[in-house]
């Protein structure tokens, strides 16, 4: 009943055994999980355990190979509290975000049918000389269903597929859908024995890479997988089932019918056969279980079977299965880069990876007219026809470029499909995940904000078919609308980095002074940059666009002014932005004193001192910031440096100097230039002084004479 | 100490007319005058005649001219009425001092005293006041070093061709060749190179006491 595994599976799973460069070199130990599996180097295994949480001990010096997931390093842990209990860590890999929003919600509890999730939290890892995400999960102690791409399932009957499979996975799927989330990494290579006999199947981690993210294409809904890893949609229960059934379907095949297969083949043929035909036409399927893998593997999402459906026929009770509807096919095929095309959705699939053949197909008109006769969809033929017509002269323009108008064409052809432009494809859902993957990538982000610019994600929302108010795509034209804000506004706290923290719940702080740190809450951010302080450039500024949105998104309140500040194109302005910034963290979260950070903000503070017009305020607030650095806190280098009393008092004093020196300078030019003037005023003061004087020395002559005769 | 300059300088022709009423005034007080003492009003009117030129020559201002002459004038006048008043009271008593060239001499004297006094003070007054003049621009220049020193060049931004803001700005500029420093006062740039967690830590203070949160001001 084993076999061999699928091309991409078994690529996987050796990409997810490959020992790392510097930790692990040996062969792993394949008889069982319970012991860790490789041989390290020395340098690892002098490296003590880590603490997680202050219960959990991590050994480095102890990995688990045969547990690694391809986004994740597993190790030996330890429950200081119990230490019987089993349990393995995944180090997360710190370029990829994990998934923070199901974290929470699965911390901690007891899910049937999944591994539990004991603790997380980030830790320094020595390994990395940073610190990366730590997942503490309970141990599978029969290890993975596949292991070294053999299936480990000798003793399970295909009959017992059911009870053994079914039910356990599709109870982790309804406790995953409960909590309003799903699974999303559901594929042989991430299944687990729980139980030492092998008997009890559970699902492996979700939450270390992002939704769909270690998915190979053959396990993925046709629209997930014709997107980018990075650019699946975060999915829901009824994806959950497609590729719990696309799982079976290998575990219980011998040959699997796409094994020679590349991606787009098997795209391409599930779009012209439909999903089940293609995995169990011609395939040892017992017949019992074809009548759940027809419901399940169902293409049209809305026609699936969900996880009521698979609960009832577990349960005896007999399925409605509804016929699948007859793809879109034309009778006569449309041959594009030497393939004969029969569906307009793989002709998409064909433009939107060959866009100069595409558009050189689109002039000569071929494929307008064989969509309005052999495919029968006048409609369709218009709606492209107008787009190649009213297609504007080439220019700066984008919406004028080839690829925009392929993109739009492709739309039009598969409305499900994920947008493609440029290169990317991606579900319009996973806008804010593609933008954190390509930045941790270090890739060029201008062609996503390009593509959220141009109105072509609203042509793909107005693309698609049903209800247009629909709860799906209501949200999704909010969230293009936010995007569309954020990117339209080039300050602190917006742009791509808010939409990265925006539309990514619980993602980490990306920014490079985080660079080794892992900031995924906000309590945290300030304790983080203290300790950036004793290890970088003190010129750097310690708030960055990624600091600034990071703490606007989980701030709780309006932070307006402090990022208009920050925006400031005053290198002043800016200095005080940041330091209220990080009084308003310091003073709303009290992580304490924070010496570093205090010392590395009053070094920068010089601009802002010279701000005060008087050299007197300057010097004695010169004098008492090295008193405050010591006491390591912000609010009072704020008050200090940005009182509005003292400004106030500056200002006028200021204002009053100015207007003694002008006063004076206006006298001394009097003086100095009107001097014809002055002399004759001068003059007159000297003729009535002479005037006075004789008068005065008449009166007194007058006076002697009268006494002198009265005498 | 700025002082106001009439624009024009009040002169003689240019008197304060006299009202009707005051022309009759003095007409009475003449006619009282030489109803009760003709012989005063002949004393006076020969005696004063220096005064009377004064007065029709006079260009100065508010006729200083006319009363510094008429004071003095007066003063060597007075002992002689003072004689006709206490003497022999007549016309007769007023030709005989009149015609004594030596009372006359004195009288003239007087008045040429009074003009001389007139010439000689003014330039006097001129000088002084200059000297005085010099002095507060010395004063007003040292309150103009202290502005521009506590508020810095700032402080003269609308008199950007001030004497002292240019002989600061080159003494500075000369300190700056001198000893490459841009502005010894400002030693904030020093405060970048304080190292990390330099000093002993102290405890915390507790934050601003009308719990506020930090906001930047608008003034920054």
Known sequence: MMADTPAEAKQMAESAKAPETNESAGKPDDKTAEKPTAPVNAQTKSMRPIVLNENFLINPAEPFETLDTQTAKAYYAEDKRDPGRKLYALICDPNIPVRMNVLDSIKGATLRGMLSLVSSGPVKWAPQRRKCMALIYERPLGGPVIKDGVKQLSHISEYDFPGFIFRPLIRAISELESRGYAHRAIHPSNLYFFDEAKEQIVLGDCLTAPPGFTQPVLYETIPNGMADPNGRSEGSANDDVYTLGSTIVFLLVDSHPTDRLSDDQVLAAKIEKGTFSLFCTNTRIPAPLLEPLRGILNDDSSLRWGVREIDGWLNGIKQANPQRKPTEKGDLPYEFMHYEHVSPRTIALAFSKNVPEAIAALKDGELVSWVRRILHNPSLSEAIAGIVDGRKPAGDDITASDEFIIAKVCILLDPSAPIRYKGMSFMPESIGMKYAMELLAKNDLNKITELVQSGLPEFWIAAQPGPPNSARLKFLHKLYNQAQSFLGINEYGFGIERCIYEFNDGIHCLSPLLRSDYVIDIENLLPALDEVANRIDPKHLPVDRHIASFVVTQHNQSIDPHLKALSSSRISTKLVGVLSVLALLQWRHKPGPLYGLVSWVGGLLGPVINTYHSRTTRREIEREVPRLVRKGNLLDLFDLIDNIERRQTDNTDFHEAKSQYNEAEHEIKEIESNSAARRRLYENKGQQFAAMSSMFIAMMIIMIFLVLETV | ?220
């Open chain 2, 1 to 220: 100490m700025a002082t106001d300059i009439p624009e024009t300088e009040q002169t003689a022709g240019q008197s304060k007319k006299y009202t009707p009423r005051m022309k009759l005034g003095m007409i009475l007080a003449l006619l009282t005058v030489m109803f009760f003492s003709t012989s005063s009003l002949l004393l006076i009117f020969f005696a004063m005649l220096p005064t009377f030129v004064a007065y029709v020559i006079d260009r100065s201002y508010n006729r200083s001219n006319t009363i510094c002459v008429g004071a003095a004038n007066l003063c060597g006048v007075f002992p002689f009425l003072l004689e006709l008043w206490l003497g022999q009271h007549s016309i007769a008593g007023a030709i005989i001092i009149l015609t004594n060239l030596f009372n006359i001499a004195i009288m003239y004297f007087a008045a040429a005293f009074g003009w001389m006094l007139f010439i000689a003070v003014p330039p006097v007054v001129v000088s002084v006041q200059r000297v005085f003049d010099q002095h507060h621009v010395v004063n007003l220049k040292a309150q103009q070093r202290k502005l521009l020193e506590e508020w810095s060049k700032a402080v003269a931004e609308d008199v950007k061709d001030s004497a002292v803001l240019k002989e600061t700005l080159a003494k500075s500029s000369d300190k700056k060749t001198d000893k490459g420093k841009a502005d010894p006062k400002v030693s904030a740039s020093e405060l970048a190179n304080t190292p990390p967690n330099a000093g002993q830590p102290v405890p915390p203070t507790p934050p601003p006491a009308n719990g506020a949160p930090p906001s930047p001001q608008p003034t920054a």
